[in-house]
């Protein structure tokens, strides 16, 4: 397969009144082209701001981009003029982001902005691209879309919104999509329509998708790769299956160990990780998670640990061997 | 014979008017957000209650606490009717039952120190003598939730979220309550946050022999926690079972689709695991659909499901079911 998205030490700041935030301090992974790569993570940890950088949208001041590469389909977003930008968020990589309302404008109707887009990415006549969004409400299964289209989003139910934000994205045939939780406002039920249908989606057209979501077990449904975020920085990537049947950063396994499991029959309890979240603009010294960490040396103390390879594809950034303790 | 029932809800309604109009006010229709919904607690037990936005868990909750008066029913606390009380035996009752928030950062008063916001109740309903004891209950109170009692000169907004949680559970526990409606105690917490405030919830209910109803709609959080599961659809009740039956063996088709709707942290089930994915979304509860309220979303519905109102019967011991696939 080959590579659709580079991302290479990737680093955004923001300074504010705290102080300096390293949201995201050096980050670097690789999407192939149809994969769903699953992003997961504390509140806080760096994973919006890690995809908001990828198409440039953070807001300056008080964020940057201060160091690092984007490179898709063979070229550097960050080195690209904001026009030529403005083609790959219409035309190659869209976003989806958790409450649609604040993406959907509402004064026009939701046909409106579904058939915007088009004319202007893809030069269509306006009847033209009215019926293609006809077409794409329905092919996100909005019931009467030709009707539907004439609403205004209010009208919408928060389901329904999101359907309307992903037909939105869709229309310009993207090769990634980057949704960032999704579902989490939504009820369940709504939340296993719409992520089934994101999955359908990516499928039918050979899509790449970036998942952003705390929850493990829609990573687990979706994904077929994993990165683990900790306080702005990637603290162990892999397969699904690496990182759910061999999860090898002391955050990840306490992660692991930390949710319920409906499939379990007896009452286990659960294992907290201890202590809080990290503050970004006041981070420890060495590891950020050792204050949090039962595995902690002294070295964690010191020196901070960088992405070193357990396995093929799988890596962590931790001193500790988990296994032999060292 | 000693009544083994903490709290026996009977076939309670809530129902909100909805009007229309800013001069003179005309009630054009009305919420039935609970339905005619009856249930049982026993004592030292954890019901859980779930179901979708809007199926009337919160109303469910703040009526057993009288917060929100009853349209009908009855909801009997250690065997007495506690609808329509006078408002000083009333207070009394609040004694009895207190509530945990889902929001840890609204439910607190950003102005009053952290022990003045726990010994509020202590004051309130003279559980205390003087200034010492109650400093003393205070301080009590805040270990027993994992904090220090130091932190008592501190206001809220020092506090993270699973602390400021925490400060909540203190302030509930302070009047020695039996029943505590927890709503969604921890959906606003991070992972490793929750687990936290989970244990802490569990263990309180061991060492002080509390009664829970636990709101929440994470299924695998609910699942944990309860010893039975109720699951709301629009206002009703469509199913109550122990934990292990409504998962391993659910029988309404609602209870079916939710449970399969859920992902398991285990990518290799999941590869291979159906999920019921249902049509549409929630109706509105200002127009329930007749009948069965799920037959517009119900893979299995049948003609008499859009004309009769299904009752909750037991179907199996102890596995309550209100669905028209099930015959009495
Ligand atoms: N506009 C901004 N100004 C200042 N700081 C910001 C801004 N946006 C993000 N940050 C900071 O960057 C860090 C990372 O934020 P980000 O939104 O990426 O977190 P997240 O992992 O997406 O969290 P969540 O799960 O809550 O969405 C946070 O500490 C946040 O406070
Ligand atoms: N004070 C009120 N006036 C009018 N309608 C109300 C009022 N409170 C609740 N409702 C309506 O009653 C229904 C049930 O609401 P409730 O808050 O009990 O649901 P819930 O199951 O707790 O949902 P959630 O999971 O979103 O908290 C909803 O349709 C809601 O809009
Ligand atoms: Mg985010
Ligand atoms: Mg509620």
Redesign the pocket.
């Known amino acids: 397969m080959a590579k659709l998205l580079e991302v290479k030490n990737l680093k955004t700041y923001?300074l504010?009144d705290d102080g300096l935030?390293r949201?995201v301090d050096g980050v670097s992974y690789d999407l192939e082209e149809g994969e769903t790569l699953g992003l997961v993570?504390?509140?806080?940890?760096?994973?919006?701001?890690?995809a908001l950088s990828i198409l440039r949208l953070i807001?300056y001041p008080?964020?940057k981009i201060v160091d690092g590469q984007v490179i898709f389909e063979g070229r550097d977003l960050l080195k690209i003029k904001e026009e030529e930008m403005r083609n790959i968020r219409g035309n190659h990589i869209a976003m989806i982001f958790q409450e649609p309302m604040t993406s959907l404008n509402p004064l026009l109707t939701v046909g409106r902005q579904v058939s915007e887009p088009l004319e202007i990415h893809q030069n269509m006549k306006k009847k033209a691209a009215l019926q293609q969004a006809v077409k794409l409400l329905e092919s996100v299964k909005i019931p009467e879309a030709e009707l539907r289209a004439q609403a205004y989003p209010h009208h919408f139910s928060g389901g329904m919104r999101q359907r309307a934000m992903i037909s939105m994205g869709m229309g310009c045939n993207p090769s990634l999509i980057i949704a960032d939780?999704p579902t989490t406002a939504l009820d369940v039920t709504v939340q296993a329509q719409l992520l089934e249908l994101l999955k359908g989606l990516t499928k039918e057209h050979g899509m790449s998708l970036i998942i952003?979501t705390?929850n493990l077990g829609v990573v687990a449904r979706y994904a077929n790769r994993v990165n683990v975020?900790y306080a702005?920085r990637i603290v162990e990537m892999g397969s699904s299956i690496d990182i759910y049947e061999n999860p090898q950063h002391p955050y990840t396994i306490g992660l692991m160990a930390s949710v319920p499991r409906m499939d379990q029959d007896v009452k286990q309890k659960l294992i907290p990780i201890e202590g809080q979240p990290p503050d970004?603009a006041n981070l420890p010294e060495g590891c950020p998670f050792h204050p949090r960490c039962k595995y902690a040396v002294e070295k964690c103390l010191h020196e901070t640990p960088v992405l070193e390879p357990v396995d093929k594809n799988h890596k962590k950034a931790c001193w500790v061997d988990i296994k032999s303790g060292k | 014979m000693e009544n083994k029932n903490l709290l026996e809800v009977e076939n309670l309604r809530v129902y909100f008017p909805v009007h229309r109009g800013t001069l003179i006010k005309k009630k054009v229709g009305e919420v039935k957000a609970v339905d005619d919904v009856s249930f049982k607690i026993l004592k030292g037990e954890t019901l859980g209650l779930v179901g979708e936005s809007g199926s009337g868990k919160t109303t469910a909750g703040q009526a057993i606490l009288q917060i929100e008066p009853p349209t009908a029913g009855k909801i009997i606390f250690e065997g007495k009717d506690i609808t329509g009380l006078e408002k000083n035996e009333r207070r009394k009752l609040r004694r009895e039952m207190q509530m945990i928030f889902q929001d840890p950062f609204s439910s607190l008063n950003p102005r009053m120190k952290i022990g003045n916001i726990i010994e509020e109740p202590l004051i309130a309903h003279k559980l205390t003598n003087n200034r010492k004891e109650n400093k003393e209950r205070v301080e009590e109170l805040l270990q027993m939730v994992g904090l220090m009692p130091s932190m008592a000169e501190r206001f809220p907004h020092e506090f993270s979220g699973g602390q400021r949680q925490r400060i909540g559970i203190a302030r509930a526990l302070a009047v020695n309550p039996k029943l505590i409606i927890c709503d969604e105690p921890v959906s606003a917490l991070d992972v490793s946050i929750q687990a936290q405030v989970i244990n802490l919830i569990e263990e309180i209910q061991e060492k002080l022999n509390l009664t829970y109803l636990f709101i929440a709609h994470d299924l695998a959080v609910v699942r944990h926690i309860s010893d039975r599961i109720a699951v709301m659809y629009l206002g009703k009740l469509v199913e109550v079972a122990s934990r292990i039956d409504l998962y391993r063996n659910p029988l309404h088709p609602y209870t079916k689709a939710l449970l399969s709707a859920v992902p398991i942290p285990d990518p290799r089930l999941e590869a291979t695991r159906e999920h019921i994915v249902l049509k549409g979304e929630i109706p509105s509860p200002m127009f329930p659909p007749s009948g069965c309220r799920f037959h517009t979303r119900c893979p299995e519905a049948m003609p008499e499901c859009s004309s009769r109102i299904p009752q909750l019967k037991e179907v199996d011991s102890h596995h309550f079911v209100s669905c028209h696939l099930f015959k009495d």
Request: with cysteine; charged share 15%.
């Open positions: 923001f504010t935030v949201a993570g504390e509140s806080g940890c760096g994973k919006s701001v890690s807001p008080p964020g939780e952003i705390h975020m702005g970004l």
